[in-house]
């Protein structure tokens, strides 16, 4: 991954980094994956496809697509929380308020996965929470604080030999921990852990090597910064490309197998030839998620640092560009609010087509497996999650507004 290595640059260019305006691209490729994004819990929470869209005995083309486009939202989200981060410093924040706020904000989103997305995903406070996205984000976060304070290149060899390398430890388990099993389950194997007789987190999302693309993504910030960025960047994404199929072609290293407990569908091993050739290709693109292998890193950083090099050339001044930059620019509130919303339109459309909705609101699919009767084709899934988008829009602007007109209001960077 050599040409990777160029994430150490640490010069960002003979201008001013004082008074930098926002990077405009990488507002634009958050907001991207937000809206992609809504498009997983859409099919989630509206599917009449009761198995997962990895299973290759049940799975087409179409669904399976549906299910890996939206694969490059959560990598997207970790690097570009680093990104942001170092942005911060280079706009004047010294590194002791960046770690400050990494900690505090890291404590925050731990505290409303468990509390407030907890609800919102389940509709009640069930036996159980499920630590996704926002949890592996809060607790990376919480990491980072300790990883800014390092010199640059320390920090982008750090995420980067942590991508590359973290697969090694694939053969680890938590019984080689004893008594602290659950901190190995909690650093990089799914699984449960039991806190009380009545109460255990499940763990979706390991933070290795998640703690790995943010602190690649704040070595990201400093390439931002130089002249010569939209080539660098550029260069980047088509070599992790590239290097995805030269490594999942191999079918030696990268992929490993899934090694949780299986309450989140997970590929597992090689790729094979399949009876179809379309289901060959969804055995090549089906890599492992939880936790998430280097096969799925590559396969989603790469495409989008080339997303990102692009984007730096839209001009976001209207159309699909200005409703990108809006989701983009308030990330956390409109990933809480289209929880609540997805949720809720499944109740009403349950209604409304008289399918079975009880189970909605006592668990709802992250608990429940969907009851026979209910759910829709994808056509139907895609049209909910249009609605959806387009109903979070003005919500979204309104913050995003007023957010830009109260910057003095610093406990707003925390929503």
């Known amino acids: 991954m050599s040409t990777a290595m160029a994430f150490t640059a640490t010069a960002p260019s003979p201008i001013s980094t004082r008074q930098l305006p926002r990077v405009v691209s990488v507002d634009l490729l958050r907001g991207l994956v937000m809206v992609i994004m809504a498009l997983d819990h859409a099919r989630d929470y509206f599917s009449n496809q009761h198995f997962a869209p990895e299973d290759l005995s049940q799975t087409f083309g179409a669904l399976f697509f549906t299910r890996v486009i ?202 094979t030839v399949q009876p179809t050739l379309t289901l060959t290709i969804i055995s090549f693109f089906d890599t492992l998620k939880y936790p998430p292998s280097l096969d799925y890193l590559l396969m989603t950083l790469g495409p989008a640092l080339i997303a990102l090099a692009w984007f730096d050339r839209v001009h976001a001044e209207g159309g699909i560009a200005r409703i990108l930059l809006v989701f983009g620019r308030v990330p956390l509130f409109y990933y809480v609010l289209h929880i609540y919303l997805i949720h809720a339109m499944a109740v009403i459309v349950g209604f409304w087509f008289h399918q079975p909705v009880s189970w909605l609101w006592n668990g709802g699919f992250i608990i429940h497996p969907a009851p026979e009767g209910y759910g829709h084709g994808l056509p139907f899934v895609y049209l909910m999650w249009m609605i959806a988008v387009v109903l979070l829009y003005l919500p979204s602007k309104w913050f995003m507004e007023f957010k830009s007109r109260h910057r003095d209001w610093n406990w707003l960077s925390y929503l």
């Open 70 to 271: 939206t694969h490059y939202c959560a990598p997207v989200f970790f690097l570009l929380a680093g990104t942001g981060a170092y942005l911060a410093v280079s706009r004047g924040k010294s590194v002791q308020q960046v770690s400050r706020f990494f900690w505090t904000r890291g404590l925050w989103l731990v505290f409303l996965e468990l509390t407030v997305l907890r609800f919102g995903w389940n509709f009640t406070f069930a036996p159980f929470s499920l630590m996704q996205v926002i949890w592996a984000l809060g607790w990376s976060m919480v990491a980072m604080a300790a990883i800014v304070r390092l010199p640059i290149r320390w920090i982008a060899v750090f995420g980067i030999s942590m991508i590359a390398l973290h697969n090694l430890l694939d053969g680890i388990t938590p019984a080689a921990f004893g008594k602290i099993s659950w901190l190995w389950i909690v650093l990089h194997v799914s699984g449960v852990i039991s806190i009380t007789p009545r109460f255990a987190l499940l763990i979706g999302y390991p933070l290795i090597p998640w703690i790995g693309v943010m602190a690649s993504g704040y070595a990201l910030g400093a390439l931002l910064l130089r002249q010569d960025h939209g080539k660098l960047v550029l260069r980047i994404g088509v070599f992790l490309t590239l290097a995805f199929f030269v490594l999942r072609g191999l079918n030696h290293y990268g992929n490993s197998f899934a090694n949780g407990p299986g309450f989140i569908p997970s590929s597992v091993g090689p790729w």
